[in-house]
């Protein structure tokens, strides 16, 4: 589970399918109303309040965006509360978080390189798979790569999927940043065909 804070009210929340896997979580159950979910968002509040100060107390909203094969991007805001609402709030012991939650889904894969030489190497590998597509950012010190799902069909897709997310997992690291994120904030190195251009490039 990674935390970091993206403003003074809204931090995001990065969580494994292992993170999922090991407190009996399964994806769908993300925007169900269960202890087993209760229980895991009060322990990322409390990390989020003794890594980052982040004090979770009155209403939230809370965003929740599936990423295939890597895991969850949980964004939570914090809205302001009036006195009376925060009075009330200290006389609950239970149940002190007021969450609305959206759930989206996205079929992006993004993965993070820290050396260009990574990026080079794992570009010449998937360079068969994926001949097309792919978008290079460069982000906080490190190059990012998204790549959008395949149109291809089904069976093909999903085998093809798992490879190219093993070859990026071999040389870079799942990354739970935005294309929203990354085209305001950071800087597009090849905004298309990333992959043949780093190839071609580079070779």
Request: glycine share 6%; aromatic share 8%; charged share 30%.
């Amino acid at each position: 589970m990674k935390i970091e804070r993206l403003s003074t009210d809204k931090i995001r929340i990065f969580l494994t399918f292992d993170d999922l896997t090991e407190r009996g979580i399964q994806k769908e159950d993300m925007w169900r109303e269960i202890p087993k979910v209760h229980e895991l968002f009060s322990e990322m509040m409390e990390q989020a309040y003794s890594e980052l100060g982040f004090d979770a107390s009155g209403p939230l909203a809370v965003e929740v965006f599936a990423l295939p094969a890597q895991g969850m991007v949980v964004i939570v805001t914090r809205g302001k509360m009036n006195a009376a609402s925060a009075s009330d709030q200290l006389e609950e012991d239970e149940d002190i978080y007021e969450m609305e939650v959206t759930l989206e889904e996205s079929e992006m894969i993004s993965y993070a390189f820290s050396d260009f030489e990574d990026l080079l190497r794992m570009a010449k590998v998937i360079l068969p798979l994926l001949p097309e597509g792919g978008k290079l950012f460069s982000y906080k010190g490190k190059y990012i790569l998204q790549v959008e799902p395949l149109e291809s069909e089904a069976e093909e897709k999903d085998g093809r999927y798992q490879a190219i997310i093993a070859v990026m997992s071999e040389f870079g690291e799942a990354t739970s940043v935005t294309q929203a994120v990354l085209e305001e904030y950071g800087k597009t190195v090849i905004a298309e065909d990333a992959v043949k251009v780093l190839c071609s490039h580079f070779a």
